[in-house]
C-alpha cells in the first residue's frame, strides 16, 4: 500500500515564528505535492515538486516555500507565519504518469495548523 | 464558470440507499477521473479512479464518465453509516501537465442507521 506520512497531526505555532511541515513517501513517486485546504475554498495547490530539487508553484504560493533535498521527502516552510495561514495542510504525492501508470494522487492524514 | 462544480450537500440519507454524488465540469481536455473519500480531520483516501468515458465498478461502488456532457457520477448501493464522509470529485488533462489534478469543494454525505 502508498503509505504518505506527514510529520505532524496538529501544531499551534504564533505569528511570525518559522514553520516547517514535512512529508515522507515510500512509493517512489515522482510527484510530490502540497495542498491547504479551507472550509468552502476547498483543495488549494501551494507547491508540487517533479524531482528532487525540482519545485514549480501552484495556486497559492505567497507566503510558503519548499525544499525537496530527497525523492522521498518533501518538506514545506512557512517563513514568517500569519493567523491566514491557520489551516489544514495535505501531502500527497504521485507517479509520473505514463502509459503504464497513472496520474492519481495518494495523500497524507493531514497536518492541521493554528497560527495564534 | 468554475473548472469543476460540485454540489456541497449536506446530502443524508437512511442506511441501505443508493447514493449518487455528481460533478460537472467545463474543461474538454480532462480525461483522467478520481474520486476520493474524506472523513472528518483526515487526508482524502483515492476510491475510483478512471480514464475517459465509461463505467468502472469496484464493489458497492460505481463511477461513470459521461464526457459528451462533461459529467461525472460516484454511486454507491446499500450506503452504510460507514460511507459517512465528503466525497471529492477530481479531473486532469493527459499529457505533460497531467500533474496536476482539478478538484471539486466536495459533497457531505451522511447516512443514517
Known amino acids: 500500500d502508498v503509505k504518505v506520512t506527514q510529520s505532524s497531526r496538529y501544531l499551534v505555532k504564533r505569528t511570525g515564528e518559522k514553520v516547517f511541515l514535512e512529508c515522507v513517501q515510500d512509493m517512489d513517486h515522482e510527484n510530490m505535492f502540497w495542498y491547504r485546504q479551507d472550509p468552502g475554498l476547498g483543495l488549494r495547490l501551494i507547491y508540487f515538486?517533479?524531482?528532487?530539487?525540482?519545485?514549480e508553484k501552484g495556486d497559492i504560493p505567497e507566503g510558503y516555500s519548499v525544499s525537496r533535498e530527497k525523492k522521498e521527502r518533501f518538506s514545506l516552510i512557512l517563513e514568517s507565519a500569519s493567523t491566514n495561514q491557520t489551516s489544514m495542510y495535505l501531502c500527497a504525492s504521485s507517479f509520473l504518469a505514463g502509459l503504464s501508470r497513472g496520474n492519481e494522487q495518494f495523500f497524507g492524514p493531514g497536518t492541521r495548523l493554528t497560527v495564534l | 464558470q468554475k473548472e469543476v462544480e460540485q454540489d456541497p450537500g449536506p446530502l443524508s440519507v437512511p442506511e441501505g440507499a443508493i447514493v449518487s454524488l455528481n460533478c460537472t465540469y467545463s474543461n474538454s481536455a480532462f480525461q483522467y477521473f478520481m474520486w476520493y473519500r474524506q472523513y472528518s480531520r483526515k487526508g482524502p483516501e483515492l476510491l475510483m479512479y478512471t480514464y475517459s468515458s465509461g463505467n468502472k465498478e469496484d464493489g458497492r461502488f460505481t463511477a461513470q464518465v459521461d464526457k459528451s456532457s462533461k459529467y461525472i457520477s460516484l454511486f454507491i448501493r446499500d450506503s452504510q453509516p460507514s460511507d459517512s464522509a465528503t466525497y471529492l470529485c477530481a479531473m486532469s488533462n493527459s499529457g505533460g501537465s497531467n500533474y496536476k489534478l482539478t478538484f471539486g469543494k466536495g459533497t457531505l454525505l451522511t447516512v443514517n442507521p
Open positions: 515538486s517533479y524531482d528532487v530539487k525540482m519545485k
